[in-house]
């Protein structure tokens, strides 16, 4: 390794490239790293890995990532971070690197790279399988890394297979059903340069195997005792690789507590390091072994059935010294130390097998929760499985008993500072559930997920039940269960997740081909959907009201147009078309005349109104139906669902042409004879085109479909024609209109003329929990047949009394447009003893009319259709406002101006 530079804490620091920055960090002398989050107590290096509770750091170089362990930072030149007390920091600016996201289908997928990922990698390779071997260390060979070991040649061997693609530094985030993984590779990193423009910094992966093996391995697990979280209190594994493989030469005297054999061992590489142990502290009355006996031979002296109980701290808040008790004569001893190394068994990685409701069950051979699960699709091997190899024997413990000052400062889960104290509090509060006492303690509620503090709380919960039943516990580790464990297994940053899909790409920009001409027009634009939209035109010196108001009085009164091309629109064909929009439908299609069109609305299964639109009959087989703007592609995923899952046998093929037809709105009393200028071959006088019929025509020698269909309420017609030739109709027609003012308008005059006739917008005027009948839509649900959601309107629920319905309100004051969402209360209703007060119902459209020369608004309000005249009260301001509940049709009841 070559020595490299870096910055914590805006010093400069020695390390070794590619080495964790906690080695870098323990080498330095930096026994503590942070202050915990909530109790401010100095905290230092913990583990080994991902587990690590304490060391969580800021990078200020490269991602810039917020609450990473620097046990998993691999050390670079350049190489800048900060401590951090639990809470991280988003970065100022966006990062430029490469985010990237891809797809992998594998015969069989190991999921960790030790000696049992190999072997089991190995085994599918002689079986013929493709294999892809994913591990989130930097390389292969698991424990033996920590060992400073290199692996058996037959086990290099396998890495090199033509049928095996190996990936380190590769993260299995969650497990999911059919054997679904996504797994984050990260980048070795070097963090101080931006990622090279040919490589991703971190890759998503969605892979689906045939088989996947879980191999995962196990974390070493702390103890609880009082004050376990000074800087120099470390588990044994950990300890031993700093010190041994990395190098770390700051401890002086060590004292080693096990549980287990791991504790011998991991003593043994201390010694052998040059640290002093000055004992091992067994709780087992009798250890026997290789790795005992090879402790022994080298001369460090062991006492068993003794632990730890206490720890002091010296000036800079490290530790000073072990306070020990002896289990059987309660004898204390206290000795000086600056490493407490502490081997409280193995806790195999259950995570993933839980992700798809796998339980672990409790193994009190190994002290520890396993999966042994081996079926074709999934198997686990190693640790997991309960092949934890060596010669251990571990006890099933996990600390002493303390009284209740001690149990202030035993700490559970270091990263939440939840102690065995708030554990008591929560027993004594009644809680059993480890659900619930997790919740009300917060412990395993933290970025690392309870992986040191989980089996902690489980053994914690049984000896409180031993002390409550006298000594002898009712419960064990298998009754009380395991914490449930989430997606994702690591924490993700966002920017992978987002992979390239940012900033422009984040949500795609959707434009209509007659958008050049809006930018050109002064247009200022709303997203709707993904879709940019004029919102309105304003000409110079106009504010958006005086625009709105001018293109309303357009549309009234001379002629107007809009670029409605962002409609979604549906080509439905199929010798069944008509009967499936019949059950699509409320209302009926099948037997809707070729040529005509007709206005449908449809519900989801439950009966609520999920989207509306003109469908148009184009020929025996063949509909073209339009949905609102947003709801497009919602709607075609329906339809598909539906011919998909429930209705294979029906002849019906749907396909989006959202983008291919352009739709251009001509509106107002001056638009037929505007149109007649352009349109010579067909009559559009109102006896020869009625309302909702279709024809199609020529304009300027192009095809063009004409519609009369209004969403104004006035006279009105749809021109389509093809994308690609809708800006030239567009300008025809601005070139024909200038004589009869033709005027441009946007979405929000769009609203104001729809909302004068009472037209919902699904969306806006509902909030998912509409019927048709709430919508005073009645007329169009058919009695004759039955269609999606027609049965779950006679729900009792969706028919008593008091449900919100759909009215029009009128202001007191004609020119206050109430906001739109605001509350709509009782005129006499009073606040209750907490100060609230009950509301009827919501503005849900709210516009000042030109035509009407008022304010007006559509409300969703309770038993409004039956409360016509009632005056009611919009809490807004000191004062507040008053309406009067209306019919939601404004403008036109008799329908008269659409002719």
């Not at 599918?124 to 290199?150: F, K, N, S, T, Y």
């Not at 008509?578 to 519900?603: A, H, K, W």
Request: a negative charge.
């Amino acid at each position: 390794m070559s020595e490299i530079s870096f910055i914590f804490d805006d010093n400069i620091y020695k390390g070794q490239q590619g080495e964790p920055m906690a080695a870098a960090l323990l080498r330095s002398g930096l026994l503590t790293i942070t202050n915990s989050t909530y109790h401010g107590r100095p905290r230092g290096v913990v583990g080994l890995g991902v587990e690590e509770p304490n060391a969580l750091v800021q990078l200020v170089s490269g991602t810039q990532e917020s609450m990473r362990p620097a046990t998993v930072i691999e050390m670079a030149e350049g190489l800048a971070a900060r401590s951090l007390t639990g809470i991280g920091a988003l970065p100022e600016l966006p990062d430029e690197a490469r985010y990237d996201k891809a797809n992998r289908y594998v015969d069989t997928l190991v999921i960790g790279a030790g000696v049992a990922g190999l072997k089991a990698a190995d085994e599918a390779l002689r079986a013929g399988h493709e294999v892809l071997l994913i591990d989130d260390q930097p390389g292969p060979g698991g424990h033996l890394r920590h060992l400073g070991m290199e692996l058996p040649s037959p086990l290099k061997d396998i890495l090199v297979h033509k049928n095996l693609t190996y990936i380190p530094r590769c993260t299995a985030t969650g497990l999911y059903d059919q054997n679904y993984i996504v797994a984050v590779e990260r980048r070795s990193d070097h963090l101080g340069d931006a990622a090279p423009l040919n490589r991703a910094r971190i890759r998503v992966w969605h892979i689906r195997a045939d088989r996947v093996v879980l191999a995962p391995g196990a974390f070493q697990r702390p103890l609880i005792f009082a004050n376990n979280d000074r800087p120099g209190i470390m588990l044994s594994h950990a300890a031993a690789t700093y010190v041994a493989l990395h190098g770390v030469r700051i401890f002086k005297r060590a004292v080693v507590v096990t549980v287990d054999n791991q504790g011998y061992r991991d003593a043994l590489r201390l010694h052998q390091a040059g640290v002093h142990v000055h004992a091992i502290y067994d709780v087992r009355p009798d250890a026997q072994g290789a790795s005992v006996d090879a402790a022994k031979a080298a001369g460090i002296p062991v006492r068993l059935r003794t632990t730890v109980l206490d720890t002091t701290a010296n000036a800079e808040a490290a530790l000073q010294s072990v306070i020990l008790r002896d289990l059987n004569t309660n004898e204390i001893v206290e000795t000086t130390a600056d490493l407490l190394a502490v081997s409280g068994g193995w806790t195999p990685i259950v995570d993933l097998a839980t992700h798809i409701g796998i339980k672990p069950t409790w193994s009190a051979k190994h002290a520890a929760f396993l999966v042994n699960h081996a079926i074709n699709q999934l198997q686990t091997a190693g640790m997991l499985a309960g092949d934890f190899g060596g010669d251990d024997d571990p006890a099933v413990f996990f600390g002493p008993a303390l009284d209740d000052e001690q149990a202030r400062n035993a700490y559970i889960d270091l990263q939440r500072d939840a102690t065995l104290h708030e554990l008591r509090r929560a027993v004594g509060a009644g809680l059993h559930s480890i659900e619930h006492i997790k919740r009300y303690t917060t412990i395993g509620t933290a970025h690392d997920q309870g992986k040191t503090s989980g089996m902690l709380t489980i053994g914690a919960l049984c000896q409180l039940n031993a002390t409550a039943q006298g000594g002898n516990s009712v419960l064990s580790p298998a009754d009380v269960g395991t914490l449930s464990f989430r997606p994702p297994y690591v924490p993700v940053p966002f920017a992978a997740l987002a992979g390239r899909e940012r900033g422009p790409l984040s949500d795609p920009i959707r434009i209509t081909p007659i958008h050049p001409w809006h930018v050109e027009a002064g247009a200022v634009f709303e997203d709707v959907g993904q879709w940019k939209r004029p919102w309105y035109f304003p000409k110079q010196g106009e504010s958006m009201d005086d625009a709105v108001r001018r293109e309303c009085v357009a549309a009234r009164e001379g002629v107007a147009v809009m670029d409605a091309s962002t409609l979604g629109k549906i080509d439905i064909q199929g010798q069944d078309a008509g009967v499936f929009l019949d059950r699509i439908y409320t209302n009926m299609f099948s037997t809707l005349p070729e040529g005509q069109c007709r206005y449908g609305l449809m519900c989801k299964a439950d009966g609520i109104a999920f989207d509306d639109g003109v469908a148009t009959r184009l020929g025996k087989n063949h509909y073209l139906m339009t949905t609102t703007t947003g709801g497009a592609a919602g709607v075609l995923a329906w339809l598909e669902e539906w011919l998909q899952t429930e209705w294979p046998e029906l002849k019906v093929y749907c396909t989006s042409v959202t983008e291919h037809i352009s739709t251009i709105a001509l509106v107002g009393p001056k638009s037929r004879q505007l149109l007649q200028e352009l349109v010579t071959n067909v009559d559009l006088s109102k006896e020869a085109f009625p309302f909702m019929h279709s024809r199609m025509a020529t304009i300027d020698g192009t095809t063009v479909r004409i519609a009369r269909i209004s969403f104004s309420g006035e006279l009105a017609f749809e021109i389509n024609v093809d994308w690609s030739d809708a800006r030239s109709i567009w300008e025809r027609l601005w070139s024909l209109g200038r004589p009869y003012d033709l005027t441009a308008y946007g979405t929000e005059t769009m609203h104001v003329l729809r909302a004068e006739k009472g037209y919902v917008i699904m969306g806006q005027d509902t909030d998912g929990t509409q019927t048709p009948h709430d919508l005073n839509m009645s007329w169009i649900v058919s009695k004759k047949k039955e269609f999606i959601g027609k049965r779950s309107l006679q729900l009792p629920y969706l028919q008593q009394a008091g449900r919100p319905q759909l009215v029009g309100l009128l202001p007191e004051q004609g020119d206050e447009v109430l906001p739109e969402g605001a509350y709509i209360t009782a005129l006499d209703a009073k606040p209750d003893e907490q100060g609230k007060t009950n509301h009827t119902g919501f503005v849900t459209s709210s516009y000042y009319s030109p035509t009407l020369g008022h304010a007006f608004a559509l409300a969703l309000i309770a038993n409004g259709l039956n409360r016509m005249g009632e005056v009611v009260a919009v809490p807004i301001g000191k004062k507040g406002l008053r309406a009067t509940i209306c019919d939601a049709v404004f403008i036109d009841k008799e329908n008269l101006r659409r002719d």
